[in-house]
């Protein structure tokens, strides 16, 4: 079992930057890859980003690719989001997720919210214009 709990969201205007962090509970959160997902008002719940267990391959979104950038600490069992350049558009709450189905990434890149079985409470970004 994972417990996870973000923070970091916040109120900020467009082109600006917030870093999500997100906390995980127990001795086995390197066991897992991590993801950040978000979802605004009325709109499905989207991937955003993937990190694997030892940090050393990550995975975006078209939309947020080379302006957000996920990493993770395993020794504070903390994953983070950092959020360059936002805009509008990015206003969501955001959550992150533990993976737990296994897929082989070199033919799979585990975008569905599906392959995570562990999920937080999300926090909330809002991008003003």
């Known amino acids: 079992q994972v417990q996870l709990v973000e923070s970091g969201g916040g109120f900020v205007q467009a082109g600006g930057s917030l870093r999500l962090s997100c906390a995980a509970s127990?001795?086995?959160?390197?066991?897992?890859?991590m993801g950040w997902f978000r979802q605004a008002p009325g709109k499905e719940r989207e991937f955003v980003a993937r990190?694997?267990?030892?940090?050393?391959?990550?995975y975006y979104a078209g939309s947020v690719k080379g302006r957000f950038t996920i990493s993770r600490d395993n020794a504070k069992n903390t994953v983070y989001l950092r959020m360059n350049s936002l805009k509008p558009e990015d206003t969501a709450v955001y959550y992150c997720?533990?993976?737990?189905?296994?897929?082989?990434?070199?033919?799979?890149?585990?975008?569905?919210?599906?392959?995570?079985?562990?999920w937080g409470q999300g926090t909330q970004v809002t991008v003003s214009s």
């Open positions: 997720a533990a993976q737990t189905t296994v897929v082989d990434e070199r033919v799979v890149v585990p975008t569905r919210a599906g392959f995570y079985g562990y």
């Open positions: 127990g001795r086995t959160f390197s066991s897992y890859a």
């Open positions: 990190i694997s267990r030892s940090g050393g391959r990550t």
